[in-house]
């Protein structure tokens, strides 16, 4: 399904939840079960990041060695267009961990506002409670203006940001809590959408990624036919019919985000929400994370 396909499908499901109102309210246990959720997918966007970045550094310095190899021997423009790509490569990795960093610092406010949403809806319904978990809103709200900005390979990642639907919050027994989700939860739906919509980019950067080297297996095959094929070129065109593995990563933590943004949402507005869904796309993307590690450690 499309980003905008899926954007779509759940704006209407939240359109039709608005519609019959407050009928039947989320409990405090839910709202607690979605902050739990909540801070396990926080914990795990970090990894996600690294496991990433370590992914591109090793490709490109994968295909920076092929380079090299190639312009052995060869005139000197070519050997100081490898150097170049190196500078060139090395500059838009570290722009890359620098934007990962600052979503891993983003990420982090995420798991410290989940904590306080725990506490307040586990019967924390002091005022103190309520107040804990607005200031970490408050405080993903400041990030959220920087990582619009933010720009990857040339796309923005405030492209990829869905409509947000407008959350009216349901009657719950504790009024802290629903104070606190009246005035805060689109701050908190909003950093939800922000790190969704970083995975979406990446995830679309890699497929830009896929059909470059596929139309690049076409070029080597059509462009010279007085030039024998590489020994090789079955094999690299094979390949190209594969998606990379840390797509396996990123199509997980999309997915998990997904889960989180539509679970949160409805429970705020008094839905019943999709927890097992929920619990069930995090736990793919610790196990597929847990994979890249355990490789990248080896």
Known sequence: MSPALRNLCRAGAMLALLAVGACAGASNEQIAQ??????????????????????AVNRDSSDLEQLRKRAEGRPEAVQAAVKTAFVNNTKALSERLSHFNTMKSHAQLLDSYFTKLNVLASGGGSTAAGQAATNA???????????KDISIGGKSLNGFIGPLVSLVASSFANSQLQEHLKTSAPKVQEAIAL??????????????????????????????????LPATWAAERLKTFAPAPI?????????AADQLQTNYEELVTGGDGSLNRLQNALALVGAVVTVFESNTQQ
Not at 35 to 51: I, K, L, M, N, W
Not at 137 to 147: F, Q, R, S, T, V
Not at 214 to 228: L, W
């Open 34 to 55: 979605v902050a739990q959720s909540g801070e396990t997918f926080a914990t795990q966007a970090p990894r996600v990041y690294d496991v990433v970045f370590a992914s």
């Open 137 to 147: 809103a408050d405080e993903l709200e400041k990030l959220a203006p920087g990582i």
């Open 195 to 228: 790190q969704r919509s970083m995975f979406a980019l990446l995830l679309d950067q890699e497929q830009a990624r896929a059909k470059a080297a596929a139309d690049a297996a076409v070029k080597v095959a059509f462009d010279a036919f007085d030039k024998p």
């Open 247 to 255: 797509t396996n990563a990123l199509s997980a933590a999309l997915d």
